[in-house]
Nanobody, 119 residues
């Protein structure tokens, strides 16, 4: 079963930056699509960025495009999310997940990491 551990969240002022990390274990990470999601209280978890298993095109939600960058370290089995020009509306718990292309996202989620952006 995949094991996901998110870290790097915190409190930051609007306009600031954070880099989130997600350690992925128990699977061949380089063969999986990986993504970052975020969730606010009372709302669904929503995908914000995804990275294909090969050197393909990354995808971003319109709300973060141009500000966030998803990347992965295949040696360290780690997924990253560089977040710049943060806004108060980016405040959420951020989660990572992985899947084989064409399959659903893994059913087990990590604990997430809280990002809070002050105005």
């Amino acid at each position: 079963q995949v094991h996901l551990v998110e870290s790097g969240g915190g409190l930051v002022q609007g306009g600031g930056s954070l880099r989130l990390s997600c350690g992925v274990s128990e699977l061949p990470f380089q063969e999986y699509e990986a993504a970052w999601f975020r969730q606010t209280p009372g709302n669904e978890r929503r995908i914000v960025a995804s990275s294909p298993p090969s050197d393909g095109t990354t995808w971003y939600a319109a709300s973060v495009k141009g500000r966030f960058t998803i990347s992965r370290d295949k040696v360290k089995n780690t997924l990253y999310l560089q977040m710049n020009s943060l806004k108060p509306e980016d405040t959420a718990i951020y989660y990572c997940n992985v899947r084989q292309p064409g399959y659903t996202w893994a059913g087990s989620w990590g604990q997430g990491t809280q990002v809070t952006v002050s105005s």
